[in-house]
């Protein structure tokens, strides 16, 4: 099954389009011409793009079908909203959309493209209440700090492991369309006897459900069988994600799905996706663990009062060996006590980071869930941070 899903995951990759799965962009022609409208390293396929409110970034103009000397000249829809200089510098100035109008001329030949840019404000970041093991999502549900990763335990093992786990206090599930196990998952969860409303369960829509969304979220209902979705999350950009996630919103409309979100979305991804939805994220879920921290990327999110929750946390199949034996993480767990395991999910929520291990151990299930009893340091976190090796184990 691993492997079948492995095949499937690179296929896709192959195959979408669209180019943004790991943000490297495709080249985007304007309406009249192959005017690229660029910002930074990230060239926008759908020519929208969000900004928070106060920051500044710069707009490069490619134009090839122009040769010699060019002039180019900006103009702004709404300058109170988004400024932007003579030589493309923009400032988002207060919440609202403006499009941004990019001409370039040389000589008689003159082309002209379009980019919409939406500002909003900064928020303040999720909150996270160590007392009550729980953070407030901007939809206003409560959600558990930690939980149990599903990912590759199938039938009689996923209905086991999600009992244990239950069993052993923890109240958040995560699944996915496809790990193949919603059906288990529903199950453990409608024979624990534990009140529907106490347990958080997520899942996800995988790409090539995307072009049918509808039909999608209703076969997850099925499928889990527990009466709503507490969180539906887009399992990584594609073709149609746009129209998958506005079928999302409907969903959340009619009660189906309690609150929506996002899986494996950067800030070049976000940027450019955001705009084009109605309801802000309740939480993006990335890739996340000492060895790929995502320094950058969660304030982003947080910023945005979108919650970050990390998968992988351990380093995933393959790496799990290696930093569970890491000596600076090793030592810091012998002073407080603790497993390499446990100190690895306490840096995470300090990071502020919901963290959701995966495991079919009993053992283990019980070790993860005991990670509120000890704080680590300044110090210990930052040489933890220094661990960092911007390396990501998985391809999205």
Known sequence: MDRMRKYIALFLAAMLVIGIVSGLPVTAKGKNSNMVLKIKKMIYTKKTC?????????????????????????ISSKPGTVSISKK???????????????????????????????VVKKVKPPVFNFKKKTVKLNSGYQMPLNGLGTYSLEGKVCVTSVSEALKRGVRLIDTAYMYDNEKEVGKAI????????????????????????????????KRLNIGYIDLLLLHHPGKND??????????????KVHSIGLSNWYIEELQEFLPQVNITPALVQNEIHPYYQENNVIPYIHNLGIVVQGWYPFGGRGYTKEMLSDKTMAKIAKAHGKSVAQVILRWNLQKGVVVIPGSSNPDHIQENTEIYDFKLSKKEMKQINALDRHEKHDWY
């Not at 969000?50 to 900006?74: F, H």
């Not at 746009?242 to 009660?255: I, L, P």
């Open 88 to 118: 493309g510098k923009i400032l988002a100035k207060k919440k609202g959309t403006a499009k941004i109008k990019v001409t370039v001329t040389s000589k008689k030949k003159k082309v002209s493209s379009w980019m919409k840019i939406k």
């Open 242 to 255: 746009v129209k998958a996630y506005k079928a999302m919103e409907k969903a959340v409309k009619q009660g």
């Open 190 to 221: 409608r024979e624990s006897g534990i009140p529907r409303k106490e347990i958080f369960v997520i899942t996800k829509l995988y790409p090539d459900q995307y072009d049918n969304p509808k039909k999608a979220i209703n076969n997850s209902l």
């Open 50 to 74: 969000q900004m928070v409110k106060g920051t500044k970034a710069a707009l490069t103009v490619k134009s090839g079908s122009i040769r010699g000397k060019k002039k180019i000249k900006y």
